[in-house]
């Protein structure tokens, strides 16, 4: 059973994976190439991953069967488990809990050397609707508090398969910084009785120098404080403070600015390695006047360093603004 | 000159480097070499970094000559400028200030292709005591309120340059990810009246399933909720807040646990990357009861990916009490 730490300083919890059990030599063996001859997310494989929780597939085909265009299946290798109970102990000043939780697996496609910004505005769509059923399955369970969605492409963002697909995690703790970002946009709600994120997109389009492409539903921008080049956030004009809440005439709208800031990142630098992180809400949370759900896109392009660890703050080599005029001068 | 913003909702601060102005082209050109055919840094290339502001050589030698064992330069390539004001400024609601700090190398030998933990225990010594005394010069500079040593070692820990060295920022802020030690410290020595890395020692050594190794004056622990397989705390026993504290005979024994551990990790796991930082007290803080110096070390043997990003918390694959067992273990 992975078991989930507390730092006893900093309040930040860990996963340690104790069944993956990595001995030193597990890691001597450093391959930069990503497993791909076989995909284990192909259509005709799929009794190499566990059976489905979720598809986009023609009624009448079984599940498990090849003819989807979507599906969603538990991690092979999860990171949390679904069964058993959290049992939170202490051991000293130490406090840990059982790594509880659900660890998913989207698989966008049935073709294997796509990149999600490739995929039809329709099929994006899909994705962005598994994301949301899904949250919305988990969160009836109780002992979940969190759910994350993320995607790593590409061996320098982490993935370990080409096969385009995004991962979610469902966990019973608020991770740190999601904490943190609900009480910064608290703080600021108390005093100017206004959500940050819509203060924001206000300010932003009124200085019209850091945004990248708007829709009507949706706005994409470099961030005032990028931590990393050509970093995009895509916020909803709406205010919500939960992606699930997303309707499905929205899904349409977000697929369409997701497709153009994709394809014109993969064309700005030659389909780089990437991380999706979707920040939004605890599922537990009653809807929130303060807090405003947004999707984070980061290009992998730099190396984190020993100082970035330390500190806690990044050095960007681009501004936002120049980030901002190339990626919206990229005609698609 | 480099900009330092503030994120609105997280207080977390970006250095801009606009000067380094990076465009997409200048990511494209990915190089996992490390350039090494001339050292910057090796004896006879002195006019190829800035004049060196300290450097242990033999008495009566001219400084940026060739015979020094050690020597601390301005970074070519600065991240924070030391001259001129901070000009702190609003724009709406976000805020920036002036790039200000300081950038220095510690270049740690004149041979270039030794790691730090092949150098002798006096070699060692000497890069200690370089860090104290750059550390007691900054800080009479009164717009500098925190300095950060660290090491990028290879290529995926974010070294640019294979000449062993590590390198120093001193900046006009207290970075968040300090503060928030800072913080969590105070708040245990608020309720308990004790330091809590007082107390971290004091229950590693009772339990004694998470100790690598230890020295008269200095402890090295697997911390218990570690992020990164192998990662490895170095701690002072007595109870200091500022390593700029340090006395001459405390750099000789923190030098020899420092050069065990860094052999014991090369052997484990084949001269890995690694990152080393440095965590100590504000530069202008009083001496504080309740923080307490100590040194991370962490190998660079998994990837960093979008859930890392999101959520501030981390998968680590290997138990920190596996990892200590097979570190302690290893003949030195």
Redesign the interface.
Known sequence: MP?L??????????????E?????SD??EKT?EIRDAVSPFSPGNEEMTPPEVYAVRPSGTAPNTEDWTLRVVPNKYP?LEIKGDLNRRG????DMMNGVGAHEVIIETPEKDKDLGELSVDQIKDVLLAYKNRILALKKDARLKYV?I???KG?????TLRHSHS?L?AMPII????G??LQ??QE?FDLKERC??C??IR?ET??NIRIIHEEDQFIAIS?????F??ETWILPRKHVSHFEEIETVETENLAIILKTILRKINI???F?SY?????TAPLQMAMSKSYHWHI?L?PK???????E????????????E?AAK?LKEIAI
């Open positions: 078991e730490r507390k730092d006893p300083v900093l309040d930040r919890w860990v996963i340690i994976s104790t993956r059990g990595k001995r030193p890691f001597l930069e990171a051991e000293g000043l130490y994350m993320y995607k790593n061996y320098s963002a982490g993935a991962q995690i991770p740190k910084r999601i943190e970002e910064g946009a600021y940050i994120y203060d924001i300010q009124k200085d961030p005032f404080a990028s931590r080049p050509f700005a630098l030659q780089p991380n999706i992180v979707f920040h984070a980061m392009l730099t190396r984190i360093a020993g100082f660890w330390g500190t806690g703050f990044y050095i960007n080599p681009t501004s936002p120049e190339y």
